[in-house]
């Protein structure tokens, strides 16, 4: 265990002097974070608005007016038909419409329930996200209105205006929220797979590997002294993460912070072996780090639930997503950040990282001791 | 031997149909300078890897310190330090933390530590310089550290894999000055080198070619494959034309190039220079000096080579 320490301080100091590897494995991650975060989370003043009013009553001006003095909407043109919508939205000259039916001033006088139509451009999908829930915020806010003037009285409570979103081009949504799990994975992997198996090609090409195995210390000694001070950074560099997101991007931390570092301990766990594995197997840097890219960068962000829901892939991926950490660890990085879930329903999840992690591990050293014999 | 530092018998390495070490034997004393020459690839590199417990041997045995390197390579790794060509320390750490580091994976600590540090340090002449970058280091003081490392826990025997490759003359010879101070004190020393002048600095040599072991002995000894064969060197102004009227000679066996002169080697005992000179100038060739000249290591080397290729 000495000499494992002794393999971990002086990989450490190696970082340290190594100033451009130390800042990519600490600030790489939050620059991500801050990057993913803003562009998936951008431009939400000032939407670019049509108005297509059918209507064409003091009834139907309000509510335009209200979405234009939001400031969350610049209305840019009024057009007539839903043709001169699409045309626009297909340019990109608007990223929304408001298309308000025949009859909305009349239903509303009559208390009757009505609706109008939204069209978000859905290509930027938190952007539509945020888009959808103030032009929700503000309809749903006239049609309270109408309520208390008691103009409308409808049983059951409905609101009097009734929105029917429809987001076009991807239909199903994401948030900033939603994202900054899959980006803590995703940002684990790239730390700790890629530093990790870099270290110990590193010493490969070097030759100075070839010094250490001429002393009497076993492989397991020095896979864990190697991996240690790595295990150390991406964790710091996880939680900045995570920190960053609570500030940044108001990241709830719902479950308990144990459970948090437990989580994402045994997916770090993972990492490494997976990039000690790989520098069992790569000779060179080059190769270490196209097969780490291959291994675990790709499959994080396609496979693992990330992007892509795991229940929209075609069968034989959903079985790969099976090997794949990040899986598990995004279920289980959702359930203790944004619903607070327990120890019970994510142990499964917890299970299986600890399963690969082992495996993982295991393979790594039998690997490296077969190449070291 | 009893008192076999290292001990050889029948050792061979395959690597799938090609043999690297084919029958290899040898012993070497306590204490010893024990030099293995040979070309790239000739199979020593091979050999010291097998030595050192990190290469299993096809077949044959080592024994090193007394343990069988087949049986517990991790043993081996007590017994021996070992430093190659590539002075494998990590550049980017300085003199004190390398040193810190192999103490460290040796397991070496406390007073025991502070001595071999202090012991290191002295003999890399880098007191002083302790928290210099290794990576700023000029060739011969990273050399230096390099064997201090391989040797911080005072291994009775030292292997030494092309230690002295792009290091600069002083250097090398502040190198083998201690060398023979590990030697001295009882280390005892393998060491592979190209360099045949640095050979003469070894109490044996053993000469591999092919996988084999093509001679074996100390210099003197090696010397003696030529005592029925004297050498004579011609000067000639025309050297290569020189060699081509010296191998069509009966009594010369060969001829090769030293520098500007020609050694060639006679078939028999009683050639003496004035004979050589005449012969050639009886066939045109002009001849500025000839004697007869003890053999060098490199006549022997290419001669073994030479012998044991055919």
Redesign the interface.
């Known amino acids: 265990m000495r000499k494992a320490l002794a393999v971990g301080i002086k990989e450490f100091r190696q970082i340290r002097r190594d100033r451009r590897t130390l800042m990519i494995l600490l600030f790489i991650p939050v620059f991500f974070l801050l990057l993913y975060g803003y562009a998936l989370n951008f431009d939400i003043k000032h939407v670019r608005l049509a108005v297509e009013d059918r209507d064409y009553t003091p009834q139907s001006r309000r509510l335009v007016s209200a979405f234009v003095n939001s400031t969350y909407f610049d209305q840019v043109a009024s057009v007539t038909t839903d043709a001169e919508v699409n045309a626009l939205m297909d340019r990109d000259q608007i990223r929304a419409a408001l298309i308000i039916p025949q009859g909305l001033g009349r239903d509303l006088t009559r208390g009757v329930p009505t609706a109008v139509e939204v069209l978000i451009n859905g290509e930027n999908s938190t952007t539509a996200a945020t888009v959808l829930g103030y032009a929700q915020t503000i309809i749903a806010s006239e049609s309270a209105q109408y309520e208390m003037l008691g103009r409308a009285r409808i049983p059951g409570g409905t609101t009097v205006v009734k929105l029917e979103p429809r987001v076009w081009y991807n239909p199903e949504l994401r948030s900033t929220l939603f994202l900054v799990p899959g980006l803590l994975a995703y940002i684990a992997m790239i730390t700790a797979v890629v530093s990790t198996a870099l270290a110990v090609v590193r010493e490969k090409e070097r030759g100075t590997v070839e010094q250490v195995r001429m002393a009497p210390i076993g492989t397991l000694p020095f896979i864990v002294g190697k991996s240690l001070p790595y295990f150390v950074i991406s964790f710091v560099a996880a939680i900045g993460v995570i920190v960053a997101s609570m500030v940044l991007f108001d990241l709830p931390v719902r479950g308990s912070v144990a459970l948090l570092l437990l989580s994402l301990g045994l997916f770090l766990s993972g990492a490494l072996g997976m990039g000690l594995l790989i520098s069992a197997i790569a000779e060179s840097q080059q190769v270490a780090f196209q097969m780490a890219l291959l291994s675990s960068f790709l499959p994080t962000i396609m496979l693992s639930g990330f992007i892509y829901p795991i229940s929209s892939m075609p069968l034989a991926l959903q079985v790969i997503t099976y090997i794949v950490p990040a899986r598990y660890f995004l279920v289980a990085l959702r359930g203790v950040l944004l619903k607070g879930v327990g120890f019970a329903v994510i142990a499964p999840q917890l299970g299986a990282l600890a399963i690969f992690a082992t495996l993982v591990m295991l393979l790594a050293a039998r690997k490296l001791k077969q190449e070291w014999a | 031997m009893a008192n076999a530092a290292i001990s050889v018998e029948h050792l061979s390495r395959r690597f799938g149909d090609f043999v690297a070490v084919d029958d290899v034997s040898f012993d070497v004393r306590q204490g010893e300078i024990f030099g293995f020459l040979g070309a790239n690839g000739a199979g020593k590199s091979t050999t010291i890897r097998m030595l ?1 417990g ?1 290469l ?1 041997p096809t077949s044959g045995t080592a024994t090193v310190g007394g343990i069988d390197v087949s049986k517990d390579p ?1 043993g081996v ?2 017994r ?5 060509q ?1 002075f ?6 300085t003199v004190d ?1 390398n040193i ?8 070496l ?1 406390g007073p025991r530590y502070q001595e071999r540090r202090r012991f290191a340090l002295d003999m890399a002449g880098l007191v002083g310089r302790e928290s210099t ?1 290794t990576r700023d280091l000029a060739g011969g003081w990273r050399q230096r550290l390099a064997l201090g ?2 040797i911080l826990h005072q291994p009775p025997i030292v292997f030494l894999d092309e230690p002295t490759g792009g290091v600069d003359p002083v250097s090398r010879r502040q190198f083998w000055r201690l060398i023979d101070q590990l030697s001295q004190s009882g280390t005892t020393v393998l060491v592979t080198t190209h360099y045949l002048d640095e050979a003469e600095h070894c109490h044996r040599i053993a000469v591999m070619n092919a996988g084999k072991l093509a001679a074996i002995g100390t210099t003197t000894e090696l010397k003696n494959v030529f005592a029925d064969r004297p050498i004579v060197e011609i000067q000639a102004p025309n050297a290569v034309d020189a060699m081509r009227v010296l191998d069509s000679l009966p009594d010369i066996e060969k001829t090769s190039l030293f520098g500007t002169a020609v050694h060639a080697v006679a078939r028999r005992r009683g050639l003496t220079p004035a004979s050589v000179k005449a012969e050639l100038e009886a066939r045109g060739v002009r001849v500025t000096h000839t004697e007869q000249v003890e053999p060098s290591l490199e006549d022997v080397f290419l001669d073994v080579v030479e012998r044991s290729a055919s």
């Not at chain 2, 021996?80 to 190659?84: D, F, K, L, P």
């Not at chain 2, 810190?100 to 397991?107: D, E, K, L, P, T």
Request: charged share 25%; with cysteine.
């Open positions: 050192c990190l299993r991790e790794k007590l021996i330090g070992y430093m190659s590539k494998s320390l990590y550049e980017a750490l933390q810190r580091f192999f103490g460290g994976i040796y397991g600590e970058l490392c391989a």
